[in-house]
């Protein structure tokens, strides 16, 4: 009983404790991603070949495991989201334990202890273990094949036999969970080729070709799989700065977590000259930690994109592990100092770095809906336009969790064009305008809203989501404009000052503007607005309004918009817009201009009459469970 009541075992059970009450609390609101959602509704197949087909080949590129999973767990289950989520979170929370039990196993107590500390409260292990994805399977799985081959082949514990079927079994499943995980016990495997013992060889390739026949039947998905490649059509080839992103979000992007986790790296070196080490671990966690980032990194440059957070998750608590393999078994005393330290710091963090509660636990797939729902109980529904973009599946989801009628919201994508929305526009007779979504098509769409409902009420942002209120008159209990403008320059044109080309000496390129950009921003998230107003006889079609960034002479983003798709008034003039989401481009504001100019291939003739550039506070959250938060 005392063993069992040892000081070590007592800080593992606090620590899964903390990380079981993290992890279910305020449960029933907690965030569902999109690719949940995919997978969700990807369920209620009863005849499995429909399943593989329709599940699995044709919408996916994961292997059919988690998804051939969730179809029977909802058929048991039932379609509650919580209950769909729940192996995931028990399966993550699992994974601190045999973090733990590994890091004990290989080097001692304390590294188990920080590995376990890791995995239970950073944002990067949090997130990925309460999606109902392949990430937290994948982890707990990994984990347990590293169990089991470590104690058959490398730190020889129990019964042998029991120790090989273990390795196959979750070897089996890490291929059909994820790729990834697929690849990392390729390289466990052959890492094992070269510390195994001679007589054990035999048994040794006989258990990897268990796994790879228990394989085969997924063989042929594999392969058409194989052939569509990364999902590059959102996700960009990567550059090494990767890396670094990659240990700041690990750390919270927080000073205090990266100062902590520097000093206990630092501390872990002490009396390594005076201790025999044998460094044969710490090449095998180099090997398959080096090797999965190299060709992760190099088939998404050269071939496909693939490399993202998620796919490194596998080999994350091994990382962890090579970096404080160093530490000697430490006193009690100093183990729970960690514990708490790395507790508080990682709490403080999560909370005021990285606004984890408030991003986890409002979705905005949901707040849009129950916040128009408020305003519209609030003025009226005679009174309120709602256009909302988000998808179809998603919203009546949260539509019938609500209760809310699906009738008092449109479909901001309705509308294929600018004019299309102008035509729009002119027919709204109510006083308010409730615009939400995630990410627009046509993002100069909130400038042209604004135009017609000069007042914008509030601005609330989410996590992929953003939803503006516009009203047409400014309230009672108006306490000032939610647009939260950083930069505006505004220059009115008139002819006697020269400004104007003559209408029978129409000019090619007319420059309105060139800057610096890192001038302009507050952070990347900004976004920028802009607005020509011109005069002509007759409409202008095929002048080009552009907007350029160069670092140096590096193009990064040209963009054109047409006169033409713009209406002409019967005042004789035509508004055009352009707005821009900074977080989408890759650029460096230090290096960078914004250049603002029309081109006038035809020659056709138009006076300016003004011309309006802005930058705007964009969404902080915008990608806020994975990139870093302006502060």
Request: hydrophobic share 50%; charged share 15%; aromatic share 20%.
């Amino acid at each position: 009983m005392k063993k069992y009541l040892s000081t070590e075992n007592l800080l593992l059970i606090f620590i899964l404790l903390v990380a079981s009450v993290l992890r279910f609390y305020n449960y029933p609101n907690l965030f569902v991603h999109f690719d949940e959602f995919s997978a969700y509704f990807r369920t209620g197949f009863e005849n499995f070949s429909d399943l593989i087909q329709k599940g699995v080949v044709e919408p996916d590129t994961h292997p059919a495991g988690v998804q051939v999973f969730l179809n029977y767990w909802v058929a048991l289950a039932g379609p509650d989201m919580m209950l769909f989520k729940l192996p995931f979170v028990l399966m993550g929370i699992a994974s601190i334990y045999l973090a733990f039990k590994i890091g004990k196993l290989w080097f001692n107590p304390t590294v188990g202890l920080i590995t376990a500390l890791f995995i239970g409260f950073t944002q990067y292990s949090l997130t990925y273990t309460l999606f109902a994805r392949p990430y937290a399977s994948g982890l707990f799985f990994s984990l347990m094949m590293v169990w089991f081959w470590s104690r058959a082949f490398i730190i020889i514990r129990g019964r042998f036999i029991n120790n090989v079927i273990g390795f196959v079994i979750f070897g089996a499943l890490c291929a059909y969970d994820h790729y990834f995980a697929l690849f990392f016990l390729v390289l466990v495997w052959m890492s094992g080729l070269f510390v195994i013992k001679c007589d054990q060889l035999l048994k040794y390739v006989l258990a990897g070709l268990a796994i790879f026949i228990l394989f085969t039947p997924h063989l042929n998905i594999f392969f058409i799989q194989l052939g569509k490649g990364g999902v590059e059509s959102w996700l960009a080839k990567p550059t090494p700065v990767f890396f670094i992103d990659y240990l700041k979000y690990i750390l919270h992007y927080s000073i205090w977590m990266y100062l902590f986790v520097a000093i206990l790296f630092v501390l872990s070196f002490r009396g390594v000259r005076n201790n025999k080490i044998k460094f044969r671990k710490q090449f095998i966690l180099i090997f398959w930690i080096l090797t999965t980032y190299l060709v992760a990194y190099f088939y998404s440059v050269y071939r496909s994109a693939v490399l993202q957070y998620s796919v490194l998750f596998f080999t994350f608590p091994f990382l962890v592990m090579l970096a404080f393999s160093f530490y000697k078994s430490l006193k009690p005393w100093l183990n729970l100092l960690i514990v708490i330290i790395f507790l508080v710091v990682s709490f403080f963090s999560l909370k005021n770095d990285r606004h984890y509660f408030y991003l986890m636990y409002n979705s905005g797939y949901e707040k849009m809906l129950s916040e128009s729902e408020r305003i519209i109980q609030q003025y009226g529904e005679e009174h309120v336009t709602v256009l909302l973009n988000e998808p179809e599946k998603i919203q009546n989801f949260y539509l019938d969790k609500l209760k809310i009628p699906a009738e008092h919201f449109n479909n901001i994508n309705e509308f294929e064009t600018t004019r299309d929305f102008t035509y729009f526009l002119d027919t709204v007779n109510t006083d308010y305008l409730i615009l939400g979504g995630v990410g627009f098509s046509h993002p100069e769409f909130i400038q042209m809203a604004e135009n017609r409902f000069p007042c914008m009420i509030s601005e609330k942002n989410w996590f992929l989501c953003d939803w503006f209120l516009f009203s047409k008159k400014i309230p009672s209990d108006f306490a000032g404009a939610a647009d939260r403008l950083i930069y505006n320059f505004e220059k009115q044109y008139h002819q006697k000052q020269g400004l104007m080309k003559p209408v029978e000496k129409p000019a090619e390129y007319i420059n309105l503007v060139e800057f610096g950009l890192d001038s302009l921003l507050s952070h990347k998230n900004n976004w920028f607005n802009l607005k020509l107003v011109i005069r002509s006889e007759v409409p202008v079609e095929s002048a080009l309004l552009i907007s350029e960034i160069k670092e140096g002479q590096k193009n990064i983003l040209w963009s054109a918009t047409r006169f033409g798709d713009f209406q002409f008034t019967a005042d004789s003039t035509q508004t055009m817009y352009q707005t821009f989401k900074l977080s989408d481009i890759n650029f460096d504001p230090e290096d960078a201009t914004f250049k603002v100019y029309i081109w006038n291939q035809e020659f056709e003739s138009f006076y300016i009459k003004s011309f309006r550039f802005e930058t705007r506070d964009g969404n902080p959250y915008l990608y806020g469970l994975f990139a870093q938060i302006p502060q």
